[in-house]
């Protein structure tokens, strides 16, 4: 007897069903709209891209690259029969396995040396083994040739990739790109926290590193959380430095955390050599007397990141745009630099981050492009999407229309006025079979359409259809041409 088991999303993973998900996407739909007002256009990426491109973008030593992501090795075409192990191979092959014992086949495969020595080896076992061997030497290449691959964790680096690989530097004006879509990352779930989770994001490449644009993405960003009705949103700003100034200030940094090591937590310990900027997000209780007495990066600024981050503040001021300077957000990403935000909203308990993002100058240059600026943000969806659903979200109109049709005459001018209407953009349920009509008019109200259309033989034979408004029981007859234009108008009120 087969095994009775139940299927459940995997943990950390969730269905969005109806009718979230019709204000899912009315949500990206809105920030859709807003953002094309602002001259972005769509970007779609591969969900998995090479494990190295996050890896050099986001930085080794964040938690992101170094214990959260998705990676799997890309069997490609293993799956035609690659042997998984030089042990494999050795025990499948007389052959090899006596090239093995005599000791011509290096025991592990490390670097380019031992694949050159695999590959001698492969011709010294002739025929039999030679084939099984080399199988083996491709599957090491593809390995060795970066296809071990990552699901995506955040899309920037994606679209520096993809930057760089349409040549999109030499597209007139700033290259401005948005995308929605699912990222993934290896964190212990909690509300708000997922690990497959949603954001819409927009970044912004080119020449220019004028503050203006940085405002501008923060204006565009507050425009569409105003539109969907975000609440009590407050937008966090720093400024942490370049490449010039942001050193001098990690090393100064890091002397004063030797200083305190003893009475910080490990991760704290840790990131003293790996990531010293990362403790100054630290939220742990004990250490924040610390943290409060740490040199902050806003003193040690270089004339030219003190002058944008100053011009910055008066591009948001001009903008009528409110905000707070907290010297403590480092952001998570090695690649940010000056720029960084967050926003918080309402209803969001302890992950009240719905957005963060900032200046990345120099990642498309780390990947191999020209020298670009960069900046943008990524919004989380599932977050903004429990901020609005605790606050007041919109009534979106689900269903407009039940066809109660009764009797065979009825069906077929049942099944004619549902297509015209759906033509015309109503949302229409149809009963499949005949029902009571008491029954039908239940189910129209449980499934919350405005109004049933009521398809009798009569109403054949007399070529009007009963109309009633569920909501107070108003009836109307209308002739079909009528009935088309009402509620085409109610449509449009
Ligand atoms: P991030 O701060 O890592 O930045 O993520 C942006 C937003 O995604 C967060 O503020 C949060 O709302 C949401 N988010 C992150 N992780 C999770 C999770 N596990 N569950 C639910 N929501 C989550 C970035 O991803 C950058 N790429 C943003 C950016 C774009 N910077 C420049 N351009």
């Known amino acids: 007897m087969t095994e009775k088991r139940q299927f459940r999303a995997i943990k950390g993973t969730r269905d969005i069903l109806p009718p979230d998900s019709a204000l899912w996407n009315w949500f990206e739909r809105t920030a859709r709209e807003v953002f094309e007002t602002y001259g972005f256009g769509e970007i779609r990426l591969p969900i998995f891209e090479e494990t190295e491109l996050f890896a050099r973008s986001i930085g080794a030593d964040t938690d992101v690259v170094g214990k959260e992501m998705y990676t799997f090795e890309d069997r490609g075409n293993a799956n035609v029969g690659y042997p998984q192990t030089i042990e494999g191979v050795i025990t499948a092959d007389a052959a090899v396995r006596q ?7 290096p025991h592990t495969y490390e670097n380019e040396a031992t694949v050159i020595q695999l590959h001698e080896a492969c011709e010294g076992v002739g025929q039999e083994g030679g084939p099984a061997l080399l199988r083996f030497v491709h599957y090491l290449h593809a390995i060795r040739l970066g296809e071990q691959l990552t699901l995506r964790p955040e899309a920037t680096a994606g679209v520096a990739r993809a930057y760089i690989e349409h040549g999109m530097h030499t597209l007139p004006g700033n290259v401005k790109l948005y995308y929605a879509g699912p990222m993934f990352r290896r964190e212990r779930p909690q509300k708000g926290r997922y690990r497959q989770f949603y954001q819409v994001g927009a970044e912004v490449l080119g020449q220019s590193d004028a503050p203006a644009i940085d405002a501008e993405v923060l204006e565009m960003l507050l425009v569409l959380f105003r539109r969907v009705g975000l609440t009590n949103i407050k937008l966090y700003v720093n400024s942490i430095g370049c490449k010039e100034c942001r050193p001098n200030y990690v090393r100064q940094l890091r002397g004063v955390l030797l200083n305190v090591k003893d009475r910080l937590g490990p991760d704290s310990q840790r990131r003293i050599e790996t990531n010293p900027l990362r403790v100054l997000d630290s939220k742990l209780p004990e250490e924040q007397a610390i943290i409060e007495t740490l040199p902050r990066i806003s003193d040690h600024l270089c004339a030219d990141c003190l002058a944008h981050f100053a011009k910055l503040k008066d591009e948001l001021k001009l903008r009528g745009i409110e905000y707070e300077e907290n010297w403590r957000l480092v952001r998570g990403l090695d690649y ?32 191999g492009g ?3 600026k960069g900046i943008g943000f990524a919004i ?18 689900g269903l407009g229309v039940f066809v109660a049709w009764m009797g065979a005459k009825a069906y077929p ?39 049933a259309l009521i398809i009798g033989e009569d109403e054949v034979a007399s070529g009007t259809y009963t109309l009633k408004r569920l909501s107070d029981g108003d009836q109307r007859k209308l002739s079909e041409n009528d009935l088309l234009e009402y509620l085409e108008s109610e449509r449009r009120s």
Request: hydrophobic content about 40%; glycine content about 12%.
């Open 336 to 367: 940010y630099t000056r720029t960084t935000f967050e926003v918080t909203a309402a209803g969001l308990g302890s992950q009240n981050a719905v957005c963060g993002g900032g200046r990345y100058d120099g990642l498309v240059e780390l990947l």
């Open 380 to 397: 989380g969806t599932d977050r903004a999407m429990l901020s609005i659903q605790e606050g007041s979200a919109p009534k979106l109109s």
């Open 99 to 105: 090239a093995w014992h005599a000791g011509r086949i």
């Open 370 to 372: 020209q020298p670009t």
């Open 413 to 451: 001018a049942a099944v004619a006025i549902a297509r015209k209407l759906r033509e015309c953009g109503v949302a229409v349920e149809l009963p499949p079979e005949e029902m009571k009509f008491k029954k039908s008019l239940g189910l129209a109200d449980k499934l919350g359409a405005r109004y």
